[in-house]
C-alpha cells in the first residue's frame, strides 16, 4: 500500500517518491514520516537529494578498501608463516647444519692442503670453541627470524581491528626484515625472483597502508 | 565550484536539463529529475591516495634512507682494509659515514620539502615537561646501562667486539667522529623519526601506536648494526616519550647525543 505525504510547500497530498520531490512543484518533500533518508540541504537553496547513489558507491568503495586489507592480512599471515617456519627448521637444526658445513670445509682442506695431516693439525678444542660460537649466531639469527614471522602473524590478525598501525608495522618490518637478510645473505636474497617477489609484497603492503588509513577515517566517521 | 571545502563528494556541477545547481554524486537532477549524465566523475575508489596523508610518504622516504643503508653497508663490507692502521681505518670510515650522512640529510631535507611540515603539535603543560627533563636523566643512564649490557652479552655469546681497543681510542681521538656518530644522528634522525615520522603515524593512529611504530621504524634504520637493532628501538621508545611529554624535539635531541657521546667516550 502507497505511503502518503503531503509537501509543506505546495501542501500536494501525494504517495511518497523515491526522489523524496513533490510531483507538481519540485521541492524536496521535508515531512519525509517514517523514512529518514533525506538529508537536510547543506546549502540554502541547494538540494541534495536522497543520497542512495552516493552512499552506495561509498560503500563499495570501503569494501574495496576493506578487500585490500584482506589482501595484506592473506600476505602477512603466508610471509609471518613461512618465516617463523623456514626459521624455526633452521633453528632446530643449527648445531647438524654447522657441523655439516664444517664437516665440508674441514674434506675439502684434507683434500687440497695436504692430506691428513691437516686434521691432525687441527686442534680439537678450538674446533668446538668455533662450532659453539657459530651455532650460537646461526641460533640467534634464526630465533629473530622465527620472532619476526611471529611478529607478521600477530599484525595479519590485527589487521582488522588496528588497521593502520599492524598495516604500518608489517611494512616496515618487511622492508627492515628483507633488507637485513639481504645484508645477510646478498646471493640468495639478490636473485631475480627474489627481488620480484619482495617488490610485489612492498607494494602490496603499501597499498594496504594507504587503504588502511582512508578505510579507518571512513569508519571512524561512520561512528 | 565545491561545497565542502574541495571535498570532492560534495562537488557541484550544472544539470543539463533545468541549468540549476546539483550535486554531483546525485544520480538524478532533484529539480528536474533528468538522469545525471554519463562523463560525471564519481567517487573514487583509489581516493585515499589524496586522504591518506603525509604517511605513505614518509613511508617512501624511510624505504629510500633504507636502501642508502643496505649500499652504505654494502660498500664498507667491501672496501673494507683489515690489516690497515687503525687510525687510517678510522678516517676513511668515519669519510664514508660522513658522505652517507650527507646523502641521508639531503633525503630527509627534501621528503619534509615534498611532504610538508606535520600538523602543530598539542600544548604540553609545564608540569608534564618538567617531569619528563627531570625523569629523562635517570632515563638515559639506564639506557646506556642497558645497552652496554646487552652488548656484553651479546660479546660473551658470540665472541669479541668489532671494534677493537685501537680502533675505540682512535675514534675518541677523532673531531669527525664526534660530529658523524654524536651530533648528526641526534639532529637529522630525531627530525625525520620524532618529528615527521611521529607526528604523521600519530595522525593515523593515534599516540601509543605512533611512538611504538616510529621506534620500530628508528631501530630497523640502523641497518649496519643489525644486531644493536632490539635495544635501539628501545631507545626509540625513551625518544618518542621524551618527544610526547614535552611536545618539543630538543629533549629527544639532547637525550640522543648523550646516549652516542657516552657510548662513544666509553668505547
Request: include cysteine.
Given at each position: 500500500?502507497?505511503?502518503?505525504?503531503?509537501?509543506?510547500?505546495?501542501?500536494?497530498?501525494?504517495?511518497?517518491?523515491?526522489?523524496?520531490?513533490?510531483?507538481?512543484?519540485?521541492?524536496?518533500?521535508?515531512?519525509?514520516?517514517?523514512?529518514?533518508?533525506?538529508?537536510?540541504?547543506?546549502?540554502?537553496?541547494?538540494?541534495?537529494?536522497?543520497?542512495?547513489?552516493?552512499?552506495?558507491?561509498?560503500?563499495?568503495?570501503?569494501?574495496?578498501?576493506?578487500?585490500?586489507?584482506?589482501?595484506?592480512?592473506?600476505?602477512?599471515?603466508?610471509?609471518?608463516?613461512?618465516?617463523?617456519?623456514?626459521?624455526?627448521?633452521?633453528?632446530?637444526?643449527?648445531?647438524?647444519?654447522?657441523e655439516?658445513?664444517f664437516g665440508e670445509e674441514l674434506a675439502k682442506a684434507n683434500t687440497i692442503g695436504g692430506g691428513p695431516f691437516r686434521v691432525l693439525q687441527f686442534r680439537r678444542g678450538r674446533y668446538?670453541?668455533?662450532?659453539?660460537?657459530?651455532?650460537?649466531?646461526?641460533?640467534?639469527?634464526?630465533?629473530?627470524?622465527?620472532?619476526?614471522?611471529?611478529?607478521?602473524?600477530?599484525?595479519?590478525?590485527?589487521?582488522?581491528?588496528?588497521?593502520?598501525?599492524?598495516?604500518?608495522?608489517?611494512?616496515?618490518?618487511?622492508?627492515?626484515?628483507?633488507?637485513?637478510?639481504?645484508?645477510?645473505?646478498?646471493?640468495?636474497?639478490?636473485?631475480?625472483?627474489?627481488?620480484?617477489?619482495?617488490?610485489?609484497?612492498?607494494?602490496?603492503?603499501?597499498?594496504?597502508?594507504?587503504?588502511?588509513?582512508?578505510?579507518?577515517?571512513?569508519?571512524?566517521?561512520?561512528? | 565550484?565545491?561545497?565542502?571545502?574541495?571535498?570532492?563528494?560534495?562537488?557541484?556541477?550544472?544539470?543539463?536539463?533545468?541549468?540549476?545547481?546539483?550535486?554531483?554524486?546525485?544520480?538524478?537532477?532533484?529539480?528536474?529529475?533528468?538522469?545525471?549524465?554519463?562523463?560525471?566523475?564519481?567517487?573514487?575508489?583509489?581516493?585515499?591516495?589524496?586522504?591518506?596523508?603525509?604517511?605513505?610518504?614518509?613511508?617512501?622516504?624511510?624505504?629510500?634512507?633504507?636502501?642508502?643503508?643496505?649500499?652504505?653497508?654494502?660498500?664498507?663490507?667491501?672496501?673494507?682494509?683489515?690489516?690497515?692502521?687503525?687510525?687510517?681505518?678510522?678516517?676513511?670510515?668515519?669519510?664514508?659515514?660522513?658522505?652517507?650522512?650527507?646523502?641521508?640529510?639531503?633525503?630527509?631535507?627534501?621528503?619534509?620539502?615534498?611532504?610538508?611540515?606535520?600538523?602543530?603539535?598539542?600544548?604540553?603543560?609545564?608540569?608534564?615537561?618538567?617531569?619528563?627533563?627531570?625523569?629523562?636523566?635517570?632515563?638515559?643512564?639506564?639506557?646506556?646501562?642497558?645497552?652496554?649490557?646487552?652488548?656484553?652479552?651479546?660479546?660473551?655469546?658470540?665472541?669479541?667486539?668489532?671494534?677493537?681497543?685501537?680502533?675505540?681510542?682512535?675514534?675518541?681521538?677523532?673531531?669527525?667522529?664526534?660530529?658523524?656518530?654524536?651530533?648528526?644522528?641526534?639532529?637529522?634522525?630525531?627530525?625525520?623519526?620524532?618529528?615527521?615520522?611521529?607526528?604523521?603515524?600519530?595522525?593515523?593512529?593515534?599516540?601509543?601506536?605512533?611512538?611504538?611504530?616510529?621506534?620500530?621504524?628508528?631501530?630497523?634504520?640502523?641497518?649496519?648494526?643489525?644486531?644493536?637493532?632490539?635495544?635501539?628501538?628501545?631507545?626509540?621508545?625513551?625518544?618518542?616519550?621524551?618527544?610526547?611529554?614535552?611536545?618539543?624535539?630538543?629533549?629527544?635531541?639532547?637525550?640522543?647525543?648523550?646516549?652516542?657521546?657516552?657510548?662513544?667516550?666509553?668505547?
Amino acid at each position: 500500500m502507497a505511503e502518503w505525504v503531503i509537501c509543506s510547500s505546495c501542501q500536494l497530498k501525494h504517495s511518497r517518491r523515491v526522489s523524496g520531490i513533490c510531483p507538481r512543484c519540485q521541492s524536496p518533500v521535508d515531512d519525509a514520516g517514517p523514512l529518514d533518508t533525506i538529508p537536510a540541504p547543506a546549502v540554502p537553496g541547494v538540494y541534495e537529494g536522497p543520497q542512495t547513489g552516493a552512499s552506495s558507491l561509498g560503500s563499495l568503495a570501503q569494501s574495496a578498501r576493506g578487500s585490500q586489507l584482506k589482501v595484506a592480512r592473506a600476505i602477512l599471515l603466508f610471509v609471518g608463516l613461512i618465516t617463523f617456519g623456514v626459521n624455526a627448521v633452521a633453528f632446530a637444526n643449527a648445531e647438524a647444519n654447522v657441523e655439516a658445513a664444517f664437516g665440508e670445509e674441514l674434506a675439502k682442506a684434507n683434500t687440497i692442503g695436504g692430506g691428513p695431516f691437516r686434521v691432525l693439525q687441527f686442534r680439537r678444542g678450538r674446533y668446538l670453541e668455533q662450532v659453539g660460537r657459530i651455532v650460537r649466531s646461526v641460533r640467534l639469527a634464526t630465533g629473530g627470524g622465527a620472532l619476526l614471522g611471529l611478529v607478521f602473524i600477530g599484525c595479519g590478525l590485527g589487521v582488522r581491528r588496528y588497521p593502520v598501525p599492524a598495516t604500518v608495522a608489517g611494512l616496515v618490518l618487511y622492508i627492515g626484515g628483507s633488507a637485513i637478510f639481504l645484508y645477510i645473505d646478498p646471493e640468495t636474497n639478490l636473485r631475480p625472483v627474489a627481488l620480484v617477489m619482495k617488490l610485489i609484497i612492498v607494494f602490496a603492503l603499501f597499498k594496504a597502508v594507504r587503504a588502511a588509513v582512508h578505510y579507518q577515517k571512513v569508519s571512524l566517521g561512520d561512528e | 565550484m565545491t561545497l565542502d571545502g574541495g571535498d570532492p563528494g560534495r562537488e557541484l556541477t550544472r544539470c543539463w536539463r533545468c541549468g540549476r545547481d546539483v550535486l554531483r554524486t546525485l544520480e538524478a537532477c532533484p529539480h528536474c529529475a533528468a538522469p545525471r549524465r554519463r562523463g560525471v566523475r564519481r567517487p573514487s575508489i583509489d581516493s585515499s591516495r589524496k586522504d591518506a596523508g603525509r604517511l605513505p610518504g614518509v613511508l617512501v622516504v624511510f624505504g629510500i634512507l633504507l636502501a642508502i643503508s643496505v649500499l652504505h653497508v654494502i660498500l664498507v663490507s667491501s672496501g673494507a682494509k683489515p690489516d690497515a692502521a687503525p687510525a687510517a681505518l678510522v678516517r676513511r670510515q668515519l669519510a664514508g659515514l660522513l658522505a652517507f650522512e650527507l646523502l641521508t640529510t639531503a633525503v630527509i631535507v627534501a621528503g619534509i620539502r615534498i611532504l610538508g611540515r606535520p600538523s602543530r603539535w598539542p600544548p604540553v603543560n609545564t608540569g608534564s615537561t618538567l617531569a619528563a627533563w627531570g625523569l629523562s636523566v635517570v632515563g638515559l643512564l639506564l639506557m646506556v646501562r642497558l645497552n652496554t649490557g646487552y652488548h656484553e652479552l651479546l660479546q660473551q655469546q658470540l665472541g669479541p667486539a668489532p671494534i677493537d681497543a685501537a680502533t675505540a681510542a682512535a675514534l675518541r681521538g677523532s673531531a669527525l667522529a664526534y660530529l658523524v656518530l654524536c651530533f648528526q644522528p641526534a639532529v637529522v634522525e630525531e627530525i625525520f623519526f620524532r618529528w615527521l615520522t611521529l607526528d604523521s603515524l600519530r595522525e593515523a593512529m593515534g599516540v601509543p601506536a605512533a611512538v611504538l611504530t616510529s621506534s620500530l621504524m628508528f631501530g630497523i634504520a640502523h641497518i649496519g648494526m643489525p644486531l644493536s637493532i632490539p635495544i635501539l628501538m628501545v631507545l626509540g621508545v625513551l625518544l618518542g616519550l621524551a618527544r610526547v611529554a614535552t611536545g618539543s624535539l630538543v629533549l629527544p635531541i639532547a637525550l640522543h647525543f648523550f646516549h652516542n657521546l657516552v657510548l662513544l667516550v666509553q668505547g
